[in-house]
């Protein structure tokens, strides 16, 4: 599928080149058509010398499959794609249709642990991650002085009658001549009167770039584990393993960003292969890491984070939801850039 008009142009001398610009990068709207994911739109993206991905458009404009040059990024769960309307809301019933993917988004009005306020169940990790965009739209920008990038915007509003109306504008934008994702979200309360706002970007690596050696370190400090609440938390760079058995607990991580416009991850496999991860932190206080190093699992999570796993209720308490005045927005910036 080639490139609207409005697309900013390919330079005159490569023009004379090609016999189209999506020769050299391209954007194509497909349909799954098997399984779970039967009826999911799909926007692919082949940037052979940036980074290929697929975005999900039935589920917030979230990334599913993704590589760089020569490198799987992105995790896939055993239940891989599945169609968004299949989601079940209530509880943990969203680990059923995890697919995984390089993005999963959590929120917009809860993320975390399920829990009931005033009468509103809120399931794990929230709604927004199964609702599909709308005034979807891709192109062709200027990105600086490196040439053209993808860009693909669109919009996604969770409301219901009754509840408050929070709209996510996500902006993605793909560098064309390195291996760089940016994801930009505004996060608006569209109602009139307050409402309740917490928000996660849940990246999710895997193999070969995680695996036994890979070692995690951050411009972060360790806080707490989630599940060894009081104790010393583990420090980092960590050095990962691989469970011996399905029995193997999962490990999460909280960790506060240290002073600065970004906190950065950086993945580093036994190979030489990388990836590193920047969050903005005036929009996320708080990185999360996530281990799950069961055998036919080993996937680490990335998550810049506005709270941790209490869900909505145990924000409430601790002071972590952020409360949005009618018509005002909250900015948020993941990127992604990965080598080998």
Not at 26 to 32: Q, T
Not at 67 to 93: K, T
Not at 262 to 279: K, N, P
Not at 284 to 294: G, I, Q
């Amino acid at each position: 599928m080639g490139f609207g008009a409005d697309s900013a142009p390919v330079g005159d001398a490569v023009r004379r080149l090609v016999g189209a610009p999506d020769q050299l990068v391209s954007v194509d709207r497909m349909v799954r058509d098997e399984g779970a994911g039967r009826g999911a739109p799909v926007l692919v993206v082949r940037n052979p010398r940036g980074i290929s991905f697929e975005v999900l458009l039935d589920r917030a404009l979230d990334v599913g499959w993704a590589d760089a040059p020569g490198l799987p990024l992105a995790w896939r769960s055993a239940r891989g794609p599945v169609e968004s309307s299949r989601y079940e809301p209530e509880g943990a019933g969203w680990t059923r249709t995890f697919g995984g993917g390089l993005l999963t988004t959590c929120g917009l009005s809860a993320t975390g642990a399920p829990s009931t306020v005033d009468g509103a169940h809120h399931g794990l990790h929230g709604r927004v991650g199964h609702v599909p965009a709308e005034n979807v739209r891709w192109g062709l920008v200027e990105d600086g002085d490196d040439g053209l990038a993808v860009e693909i915007t669109g919009d996604v509003v969770e409301t219901a009658l009754g509840s408050s109306t929070l709209r996510l504008r996500r902006r993605i934008v793909a560098s064309t001549t390195r291996p760089e994702l940016r994801v930009e979200d505004i996060v608006t309360n569209d109602g009139f009167a307050p409402a309740g706002h917490m928000f996660r970007h849940h990246l999710n690596l895997g193999y070969p770039l995680v695996g036994p050696g890979t070692v995690v370190a951050a411009t972060a400090e360790p806080l707490a584990e989630r599940d060894r609440p009081g104790e010393e938390p583990r420090a980092l760079p960590w050095t990962l393993d691989l469970g011996e058995d399905g029995s193997t607990p999962e490990v999460v991580l909280y960790c506060a960003p240290e002073p600065g416009p970004t906190a950065t991850v950086m993945v580093m496999a036994t190979d030489g292969a990388w990836a590193q991860i920047e969050q903005a932190v005036d929009g996320w206080p708080l990185l999360v890491l996530w281990r799950d190093a069961k055998p036919g699992v080993n996937v680490l999570g990335v998550e810049p984070s506005t709270s941790r796993d209490g869900g909505r209720a145990q924000a409430e308490r601790d002071g972590e939801v952020i409360w949005l005045a009618p018509g005002e927005s909250r900015h948020y910036t993941t990127v992604v850039r990965a080598g080998s």
